[in-house]
C-alpha cells in the first residue's frame, strides 16, 4: 500500500551517502548490478533504448528518457540530461537526472528521486563490474582520460574490484587536470597527470585504461592506437551521442567489445564504429557465463558503457531500499485523485478529497 | 533564475481549481489551446507521438510519455497511464497523469505537477475548441456516449461554447448511468439517460455527439451506423489503444475527419480506419484557417481526440502561470547538484552543498 510518492530530493540522497557510507554504496551498487544481470532474461524486461531530444539551441545538449519495464511489475523511467558546457559556463555537472517508479496496476507515481548521483554511482559500478569480470586478475595500473565527474566515481569502483599500483590521468582542459588529483584524495592514491604528447605511453603502459570524456561528435577518437598490453581492459564511457567516439577503431578490433546495450552501443557507443559481426557479447551475457571470465581476463577487453536503462532501474530501487531502512524521504501527494473516479471535480464538493487517499 | 523544482501537489491543483473558478478555468484553457493552436508552426515545436508500455499484467493498461520540446525552449513531458480497471475495482480514475518541465539549458527539472485534473480539463478544452469551430451554429442537443471522467469535462467544455438544450447520455454500465446526472448537475441541464435501444435516436437526434467509453480493443465501434443529421458534429475521444475505436467507419466516411494528431490518430484513433487520404486537416491547421470554419459548422465533422502531447504543454504552463499569479505551489531541492560540478561527491566535505544552489 502507498501513501501518495515517495520523494528523496537532494538533501535526503547526501544524508544516504553518508549514513551507508561511500565505498559501502559503491559496494552494493555493483553487487546489485552483478545479481540483476546474473537472473536478468530478456523476455523479462522491456529496457528502452534511450530516446529523447537531442539539440543546439541555445548549445549542444540533449535531454532523454531511459524507461524499463519489469512485466508484471513496474516501469521505472529515468530523465537525464546531457550539457557538457554545464561545468565551465554555469558550475553545474554535465550530467543531471531525476528517476521515477511507476505502478502498473494503477499508473500511479510511486516514487521520484535523484539520479544526479546515482547516475555518477552507477555509472562507476557498471565499469567496477566490468573490470572485476573482463580485467587482469592482479593488481592494476590505471589509465584514465577525461577527468570530468565520471572520472571520479570510474576511479573509485575500479578500486573496490581491483587493487591500484599506479593511476596515470589526462585532461585537455588544465583546471579539469590540475583538480583531479584532489578530488579522488579519498581513494589514497598518487596520481602522474599527462600532457597530450603522454598519452601514448599511458595507454601503453595500463592494466585497465578508462575513457570518460566531453569529446565533440567527430573528434574523437581521444587515445592513440597503441596496441596496449595483451590484456589490457578498457572502459569506454564517454559515447553519448550519434557521431561521438572516444577509441581508435584499430583498439575495438584488436579486443573483444562489450556493449552495455547493443542496439544503444550501436547507436552512439564505440559500437558506431564495428559491424554487426564483430561486437561481442552484452555485459549482462558475459555475467551469466561464469566459466568464461578466467579467459577474458588474459585478453583484450573493451566495455563499451552507454548506461543502459537497467542499471538505472536498479539504482533506483536500490536507493529507495535504503532510503527506507535508513528511514530517509518523504511522501507527497501529486497526483490529484478525486473522490468519485468518474468525477475529475469530485474534490469540489468534498474539501478532503485531494489530500492523502490512504492515510 | 530559478531555486529547484516547482512543485504543483493535489492539494496545490485542488486550491487553484478553487481560487480561478470551474468555468474560468475552462475558459482559460479552451483560449490557450485556441492562441497556441493559431500560433503553431510544426517546425517550431517537436511533439512526438504518445509512446511507451502497452500490457495486460496484472491487467490490462499502459503507462506512456508524451514529450514536446519547444526549439531553443523548454522541454515537457507528460507521464501518462490508462488503467480501464480503476474506477470499478480501485475506486481510481481510469487516467492518472503527472508532467514535467526541464531547462533545455542545464538539464535541469524546472516543475513538476499533478496532470491528472490538467489532463481531464485540456480534453474537454480541446473538445470545447473543436465544438465551437465545427459544429453548427447555434444551440445544441448533446448526445454522450460513455458517462465516466472525460464525459464531465467533455460537457462541461461543450456548455462553454455552445448553449445546451438537450442531453442524452449512454453507458453500459448502470453505476456511470445512474450517477451521470448527478455529477453535471453544476451545469443545471437535464440529462436524459437512454439503453443501448434507444442508441440510434441518440444519435439521430445530436447535433453534437462525445463519444468517451472504455471500450475494449476489437470491441467497437459504441454507436450504430446512423447518418444523423446533416451538420453533426462528433469528438471522439476514447481510443487510446491500437485497435481501439468507438465509431463505424460509415460515419468516419460520411464526414471530415480532423485528427489532433495525425500520426497519432492513424496508430491509436479513429483514423486507424481510414487511408491516409480519406484523413481531413488536423484541427491545428483548421484553427488557423478561420475562413473554412464557416462551411465546416454545416458539414458533418469528427475531431479524432487521442490526446496530443502540445495540449498538455499548454495544460501544464498554464497551470504553472495561474499557480504563480494565485502564489500557490512550492519549491523543492530534487536533484543532488554537487558544489564542484567535476566531483559528484563534493557534498561530503561541504555539507550544505545540496542545498538549493540559488538562494
Same mark, same amino acid.
Given at each position: 500500500?502507498?501513501?501518495?510518492?515517495?520523494?528523496?530530493?537532494?538533501?535526503?540522497?547526501?544524508?544516504?551517502?553518508?549514513?551507508?557510507?561511500?565505498?559501502?554504496?559503491?559496494?552494493?551498487?555493483?553487487?546489485?548490478?552483478?545479481?540483476?544481470?546474473?537472473?536478468?532474461?530478456?523476455?523479462?524486461?522491456?529496457?528502452?533504448?534511450?530516446?529523447?531530444?537531442?539539440?543546439?539551441?541555445?548549445?549542444?545538449?540533449?535531454?532523454?528518457?531511459?524507461?524499463?519495464?519489469?512485466?508484471?511489475?513496474?516501469?521505472?523511467?529515468?530523465?537525464?540530461?546531457?550539457?557538457?558546457?554545464?561545468?565551465?559556463?554555469?558550475?553545474?555537472?554535465?550530467?543531471?537526472?531525476?528517476?521515477?517508479?511507476?505502478?502498473?496496476?494503477?499508473?500511479?507515481?510511486?516514487?521520484?528521486?535523484?539520479?544526479?548521483?546515482?547516475?555518477?554511482?552507477?555509472?562507476?559500478?557498471?565499469?567496477?563490474?566490468?573490470?572485476?569480470?573482463?580485467?587482469?586478475?592482479?593488481?592494476?595500473?590505471?589509465?584514465?582520460?577525461?577527468?570530468?565527474?565520471?572520472?571520479?566515481?570510474?576511479?573509485?569502483?575500479?578500486?573496490?574490484?581491483?587493487?591500484?599500483?599506479?593511476?596515470?590521468?589526462?585532461?585537455?582542459?588544465?583546471?579539469?587536470?590540475?583538480?583531479?588529483?584532489?578530488?579522488?584524495?579519498?581513494?589514497?592514491?598518487?596520481?602522474?597527470?599527462?600532457?597530450?604528447?603522454?598519452?601514448?605511453?599511458?595507454?601503453?603502459?595500463?592494466?585497465?585504461?578508462?575513457?570518460?570524456?566531453?569529446?565533440?561528435?567527430?573528434?574523437?577518437?581521444?587515445?592513440?592506437?597503441?596496441?596496449?598490453?595483451?590484456?589490457?581492459?578498457?572502459?569506454?564511457?564517454?559515447?553519448?551521442?550519434?557521431?561521438?567516439?572516444?577509441?581508435?577503431?584499430?583498439?575495438?578490433?584488436?579486443?573483444?567489445?562489450?556493449?552495455?546495450?547493443?542496439?544503444?552501443?550501436?547507436?552512439?557507443?564505440?559500437?558506431?564504429?564495428?559491424?554487426?559481426?564483430?561486437?561481442?557479447?552484452?555485459?549482462?551475457?558475459?555475467?551469466?557465463?561464469?566459466?568464461?571470465?578466467?579467459?577474458?581476463?588474459?585478453?583484450?577487453?573493451?566495455?563499451?558503457?552507454?548506461?543502459?536503462?537497467?542499471?538505472?532501474?536498479?539504482?533506483?530501487?536500490?536507493?529507495?531500499?535504503? !532510503?527506507?531502512?535508513?528511514?530517509?524521504?518523504?511522501?507527497?501527494?501529486?497526483?490529484?485523485?478525486?473522490?468519485?473516479?468518474?468525477?475529475?471535480?469530485?474534490?469540489?464538493?468534498?474539501?478532503? !478529497?485531494?489530500?492523502?487517499?490512504?492515510?
Amino acid at each position: 500500500m502507498t501513501v501518495g510518492t515517495r520523494l528523496l530530493r537532494a538533501d535526503d540522497m547526501v544524508a544516504l551517502f553518508r549514513e551507508v557510507g561511500r565505498d559501502a554504496l559503491m559496494d552494493l551498487m555493483i553487487e546489485e548490478l552483478r545479481r540483476t544481470f546474473r537472473d536478468h532474461r530478456h523476455e523479462d524486461v522491456e529496457a528502452r533504448t534511450r530516446d529523447g531530444f537531442q539539440y543546439t539551441k541555445p548549445d549542444l545538449g540533449l535531454l532523454e528518457w531511459m524507461p524499463t519495464h519489469e512485466i508484471g511489475g513496474p516501469v521505472v523511467v529515468k530523465m537525464v540530461g546531457y550539457h557538457p558546457t554545464n561545468p565551465v559556463q554555469r558550475g553545474l555537472p554535465s550530467v543531471i537526472a531525476t528517476s521515477s517508479l511507476w505502478d502498473t496496476t494503477t499508473g500511479e507515481l510511486l516514487a521520484i528521486a535523484d539520479a544526479t548521483l546515482l547516475t555518477a554511482v552507477r555509472t562507476g559500478a557498471a565499469s567496477g563490474l566490468a573490470t572485476d569480470v573482463l580485467a587482469v586478475d592482479a593488481p592494476v595500473e590505471v589509465g584514465v582520460v577525461g577527468l570530468g565527474a565520471q572520472a571520479v566515481t570510474q576511479l573509485h569502483a575500479i578500486s573496490r574490484v581491483r587493487e591500484i599500483t599506479r593511476v596515470r590521468a589526462h585532461d585537455d582542459a588544465p583546471e579539469a587536470a590540475e583538480t583531479f588529483a584532489d578530488r579522488i584524495a579519498f581513494l589514497g592514491l598518487d596520481v602522474e597527470i599527462v600532457g597530450t604528447g603522454g598519452l601514448r605511453s599511458l595507454v601503453a603502459e595500463s592494466d585497465v585504461l578508462v575513457t570518460c570524456t566531453s569529446v565533440d561528435i567527430g573528434a574523437g577518437p581521444v587515445v592513440p592506437a597503441e596496441p596496449g598490453r595483451p590484456w589490457l581492459h578498457v572502459n569506454a564511457v564517454g559515447a553519448d551521442f550519434a557521431g561521438k567516439i572516444e577509441l581508435p577503431r584499430e583498439m575495438l578490433e584488436r579486443a573483444t567489445v562489450f556493449p552495455d546495450s547493443r542496439p544503444q552501443c550501436i547507436a552512439e557507443g564505440e559500437c558506431q564504429q564495428l559491424a554487426p559481426e564483430a561486437i561481442g557479447p552484452e555485459l549482462v551475457e558475459v555475467i551469466k557465463a561464469e566459466a568464461d571470465h578466467r579467459r577474458y581476463r588474459d585478453e583484450r577487453t573493451v566495455f563499451d558503457s552507454t548506461g543502459w536503462a537497467v542499471e538505472d532501474d536498479v539504482a533506483l530501487r536500490l536507493a529507495l531500499r535504503l !532510503a527506507e531502512q535508513h528511514d530517509l524521504g518523504s511522501s507527497i501527494q501529486i497526483e490529484c485523485v478525486p473522490s468519485d473516479p468518474r468525477d475529475p471535480y469530485s474534490f469540489a464538493s468534498t474539501p478532503d !478529497a485531494a489530500a492523502p487517499r490512504r492515510p
